[in-house]
T-cell receptor
Framework: DTGVSQDPRHKITKRGQNVTFRCDPISEHNRLYWYRQTLGQGPEFLTYFQNEAQLEKSRLLSDRFSAERPKGSFSTLEIQRTEQGDSAMYLC??????????FGPGTRLLVL | QKEVEQNSGPLSVPEGAIASLNCTYSDRGSQSFFWYRQYSGKSPELIMFIYSNGDKEDGRFTAQLNKASQYVSLLIRDSQPSDSATYLCAVHNYGQNFVFGPGTRLSVLP
């Protein structure tokens, strides 16, 4: 257990529904990252925050995806109008400014 | 497009042998390099990081970095069946994204 928690751990939804995932980072970590991972691939960067500021968002990320970190602590990732291609493991990681990232257990999304 | 490449494997080694995992990267400005282990269905866990050219040892693990060749490797000595997992290489350039390779599957045979 790295100290990064994610909720829910599993989510099954129907195509077209909206889903929201939560990540609670290690408390003293000011950086928080979201990744998506599909089978046989490495984690793919989605977005990251430093404190409450969203500093970068992947160009691969469609406008159906949005992330927030309102108070610089926990973060949420929302996917609107889910598609079957959104099925993946969604990973959250946190770090200090020294960069080493620690991952949460992930949220496995299945879109039917 | 910044890329990180790894052999997908599987790499099979007998128990007690040395496993050698390799990673190459395209961004010459990369400054920090990480190795993660990922068991099936689990999230990545950090094994080691390295910033400077040369070797860095931690227990049975040794990371090697050669920035001129844009190459980083991980050696696992005295491999155990519990080391069987996918090993992910990640590369970071300060102020930019982390980029992960696709991972190498390692199988340690008893």
């Amino acid at each position: 257990d790295t100290g990064v928690s994610q909720d829910p751990r599993h989510k099954i939804t129907k195509r077209g529904q909206n889903v929201t995932f939560r990540c609670d980072p290690i408390s003293e970590h000011n950086r928080l990252y979201w990744y998506r991972q599909t089978l046989g691939q490495g984690p793919e960067f989605l977005t990251y925050f430093q404190n409450e500021a969203q500093l970068e968002k992947s160009r691969l990320l469609s406008d159906r995806f949005s992330a927030e970190r309102p108070k610089g602590s926990f973060s949420t990732l929302e996917i609107q109008r889910t598609e079957q291609g959104d099925s993946a493991m969604y990973l959250c990681a946190s770090s200090t400014l020294q960069e080493t990232q620690y991952f949460g257990p992930g949220t496995r999304l299945l879109v039917l | 497009q910044k890329e990180v490449e790894q052999n997908s494997g599987p790499l099979s080694v007998p128990e007690g042998a040395i496993a050698s995992l390799n990673c190459t990267y395209s961004d010459r400005g990369s400054q920090s390099f990480f190795w993660y282990r990922q068991y099936s269905g689990k999230s990545p866990e950090l094994i080691m990081f390295i910033y400077s050219n040369g070797d860095k040892e931690d227990g049975r693990f040794t990371a090697q970095l050669n920035k001129a060749s844009q190459y980083v490797s991980l050696l696992i000595r005295d491999s155990q069946p519990s080391d069987s997992a996918t090993y992910l290489c990640a590369v970071h350039n300060y102020g930019q994204n982390f980029v992960f390779g696709p991972g190498t599957r390692l199988s340690v045979l008893p």
